[in-house]
């Protein structure tokens, strides 16, 4: 599955982009460098990755410029390289829709298992899918979710979403009407402990609605916010 795969390495140490480029061309994927956030841009705008590693410390333009930029136009995974210690940028890089976060100093190993566990949760169109065997899907009034093709389509229409996106879209479909506090959303989707700001679950989901609300108004009315506590999947009884 990630033989083909193309990955664009954005950093401003060019040691780093050498390490983690030798690692994965040894696992045989398409490696890309920039060596910072304005190139980094450019080419993420301008062709077509399975993954982007982006640094956030960066000349120029750093990460979460580039990511927040990005995401106007694309929902490209986004592994995000942070030094340690930097808890309020990984909160941030969260917000702008970063899908994963490596802290540095890092294992070139844990990159390329990162990536690999990013891709398998992407996984685009035909994955899974075997002629004869019954989809995997999950079905609701106006809003299905296609496991086998990673693919959530509102009233016939196909949604562009993030991985988060669809990450926390599935969380919350898979339990309909129960209610999630922020908290149980960070932990679950984001695998994240710290509670400190919680704005990314809210950013998240005000993201999905405008996606899903671009495509149906009624499949965006699903995401339900239950004040004071948090979200939940409303699903009408019809």
Known sequence: MNKSAKVLVVDDEERIRRLIRMYLEREEFIVEEAEN????????????????????????????????????????????????????????????????????????????????????????????????????????????????????????????????EYELLCYLAKSPDKVFNREQLLKDVWQYEFFGDLRTVDTHVKRLREKLNNVSKEAAKMIVTVWGVGYKFEVDDE
């Open 37 to 164: 956030g304005v190139e980094g841009l450019e080419l993420a705008l301008h062709n077509e990755y399975d993954v982007i590693l982006l640094d956030i410390m960066m000349p120029e333009m750093d990460g979460i410029e580039v990511c927040q930029e990005l995401r106007k136009e694309k929902n490209t995974p986004v592994i995000m390289l942070t030094a340690k210690g930097e808890e309020t940028n990984r909160v941030q890089g969260f917000e702008v829709g970063t899908d994963d976060y490596i802290v540095k100093p890092f294992s070139p190993r844990e990159v390329v298992l990162r990536v690999k566990a990013l891709l398998r949760r992407t996984a685009t169109k035909g994955y899974g899918e075997v002629n004869g065997q019954t989809k995997d899907l999950l079905v609701f009034p106006h809003i299905t979710i296609d496991y086998d093709a990673h693919r959530v389509t509102a009233d016939g229409q196909e949604v562009g979403l993030t991985p988060k």
